[in-house]
């Protein structure tokens, strides 16, 4: 599967924004799906993921940092993964990357557990 993020830009604190990861192939929905983030001179964090099918265990999660900010949701007829960002601040800045897997151990929080990414959109929270 391939990947491409999008929706990246320059906000400014307390805004919203909504990434999207468009990806390619027909099995998207097989895939387990997540963001994560780097922000310049740190390791790459996990940021969100989702699962198949609503209701199973770990369906989403997210990092702690973003909880009750970021909403993370698919859309298989699109093949498309959206971030919906609120409340925005500083230290969201960062390059955000959008993953897939086939299958994760949850909480699947680890970027080496995913195998495919997207080349990363950057969002830039200004104070």
């Known amino acids: 599967v391939q990947l491409q993020a999008s929706g990246g830009g320059l906000v400014q604190s307390g805004d919203s924004l909504r990434l999207s990861c468009a990806a390619s192939g027909r099995t998207f929905s097989s895939y387990v799906m997540g963001w994560f983030r780097q922000a310049p001179e740190k390791e790459r964090e996990f940021v969100a993921r989702?699962?198949?099918?609503?209701?199973?265990?770990?369906?989403?999660y997210y990092a702690d940092s973003v909880k009750g900010r970021f909403t993370i949701s698919r859309d298989n007829a699109k093949n498309t993964m959206y971030l919906q960002m609120h409340s925005l601040k500083p230290e969201d800045t960062a390059v955000y990357y959008c993953?897939?897997?086939?299958?994760?151990?949850?909480?699947?929080?680890?970027?080496?557990?995913?195998?495919?990414w997207g080349q990363g959109t950057l969002v830039t929270v200004s104070s």
């Open positions: 989702i699962g198949w099918s609503v209701g199973s265990p770990y369906y989403v």
């Open positions: 993953a897939a897997v086939v299958s994760v151990r949850a909480p699947g929080s680890r970027p080496n557990e995913y195998d495919y």
